[in-house]
């Protein structure tokens, strides 16, 4: 397949993925105010520090579907299907093992954890622990089924995923109605009906996986040299998956303890803006990620090249577009989206965007680094960087410094995170610093700085109101478009997006 065909896929899988985050993005926003509502700000944060196993479950799980997309992916690329086979069983087995070493760990140091270092109300200890052993399954569930999900992926039959995604919210907005129609507490029934869902969209992945992919149905086998591979690969991958993790939901602890159950409602609140955002950009990447490692597999590194920058630009500006509205509106939009809006949100929000934003370059040279197969040194370290964030963040708290402390230190480290994957994995897969310094990171700072000029004069001159909502969103949305145009793409890229216009013009014209 040429690279044409490849860029064309990448295209029409991103279709899919913003077909499914549109329907997504509306149903999360609504169930996401109406849970708030439901359960009140105090439960709301205990199911957020107790329940937050579920974030790390959607963390760590897009990190180790990665992990074994990378060697699906590779073999598909080098069109060896006996190996692809072995490798997904052995998976399987590796999955289902690390599964139970969680349950382990679980059922004793997060107990001990969750009913003697937490700061939840006596009253409440009952629920929160109802969230967290319904939350411990939900995570082994999605564990376990995590091969069958990078199968889908590394396939890039994102057309099955975009629509299982849609079941799923369509799903969780059934849970919103049934916490009305159930007399029961509110908090455990949430937990309950959470792990219901993701048993039945686990099985869904299985099902879908076992009729289609025949070839790729589980059979038990063991393969010394094959476990060792995966193995190694994995644990480093997990290494540092485990290390963002770590940082995220120990932040989350230690606001627990400092400041009680409302500033985790006000944290919960900024990530689900964050999950809503960077939904799309995630999209974007989930379709490129396989064709990085397939053209890694073949030795086309030019082409990885071109995805690579390019991947990390597009990211960014995609997130950009739909952030830099968030940024100069919070307070009005959270206004206008909660009925209730916990203390420190509207920082907390504008400082988890920027975070994210600064994130988002790193996609492409994250999937580079996993194409390569060489992820020791960079696990390592930017896996230790990623876990500095908690100490430096409790000596702060210690200090007395305010909440939002946190996310200050969290930028920085992202920020040298972002520096060094690119010096490590330059050496990789033979990428130059340099060209992606100027040609990436130089031109979306330059973009970011003229865009947001035009949108925060008007934001100067008008009172805080739904009007200057509109006019800022309208402003920001042409100021952001036109200035990564004419600066931040280069003359094929221009070429290309005219060449876009001109056919969907055409259709649109005979149609």
Known sequence: MSNQENSKRIVKNTMFLYIRMLLTLVISLYTSRVVLNTLGIEDFGIYNVVGGII????FLNNSMSSATQRFLSFELGKKDFHQLSRVFSMSVNIHFTLGLIILVLAETIGLWALNTQLNIPYDRISAANWVYQFSVMTFIVSMITVPYHAVIIANEKMNVYAWVSVLEIILKLLIVFMLYWFEFDKLKLYAVLGFVVTLIISLTY?????????????????????FNTLKNY????LFGSIAGVASGQGINFMLNIFYGPSINAARGIAYQVQGAVNGFVSNFQMAMNPQIIKSFAVKDIKYMHQLIFQGAKFSYFLLFILSLPILLETEMILQLWLKI??????????????????????????TAAQASGKIKLYQSV??????????ISYLFLILDFKPQVTLYISISVSIVALFTRLKIISRLVKLSSIDFIKNVVFQIVLVSIIAIILPLSIQYFLPQNFCRLIIISFTTLISVIFTIYIIGLNLNEQ??????ARQFYSIYKNG
Do not use: A, C, H
Request: charge should be positive.
């Open 234 to 237: 994995g644990g480093w991958n």
């Open 382 to 391: 930017v896996g230790g960087l990623l876990l500095l964030i908690v100490p």
């Open 495 to 500: 070429i290309f997006i005219k060449e876009k």
């Open 206 to 226: 299985v099902t879908y996986t076992s009729i289609n992919f025949p070839e790729r149905k589980y059979r038990f086998f063991w393969d010394k040299s094959l």
């Open 55 to 58: 974030i790390m479950v959607g």
């Open 341 to 366: 809006v916990p203390e420190y949100t509207i920082i907390f929000t504008q400082l988890i965007l920027i975070n994210i934003l600064i994130d988002s370059i790193s996609g492409p040279l994250i």
